[in-house]
């Protein structure tokens, strides 16, 4: 069984960056497409950004595309999210979720088969 386990969300204000991971123990972390969502108060789980096994492709919502950015080192199991100019707007819970079966980049959440816990993020005006 995968487990996946996020950290680095925390307070900052509006412009400010933030640096989340999300470690992997169990399964075979090199070949899982990877992503990160996120879910604010209210509001259903949105996808946020996508990551190829090999790190070789990424895909981005809209909203955040040029100020997030997400990697992975597979010889430590683990994805990042590289969070520029957040803005009050990007305040919500973030999770990190794998994908076994696929190595399209999907951004619909009933594609992916494992899922962490979540990290708050919060981003003060």
């Known amino acids: 069984q995968v487990q996946l386990v996020e950290s680095g969300g925390g307070l900052v204000q509006a412009g400010g960056s933030l640096r989340l991971s999300c470690a992997a123990s169990?399964?075979?972390?090199?070949?899982?497409?990877m992503g990160w969502f996120r879910q604010a108060p209210g509001k259903e789980r949105e996808f946020a950004a996508a990551?190829?096994?090999?790190?070789?492709?990424?895909y981005y919502a809209g909203s955040v595309k040029g100020r997030f950015t997400i990697s992975r080192d597979n010889a430590k199991k683990t994805v990042y999210l590289q969070m520029n100019s957040l803005k009050p707007e990007d305040t919500a819970v973030y999770y990190c979720?794998?994908?076994?079966?696929?190595?399209?980049?999907?951004?619909?959440?009933?594609?992916?088969?494992?899922w962490g816990q979540g990290t708050q993020v919060t981003v003060s005006s």
């Open positions: 169990g399964g075979t972390f090199s070949s899982y497409t």
């Open positions: 990551l190829a096994w090999n790190g070789g492709c990424t």
């Open positions: 979720a794998a994908d076994k079966h696929n190595i399209i980049l999907h951004t619909r959440l009933g594609e992916y088969d494992y």
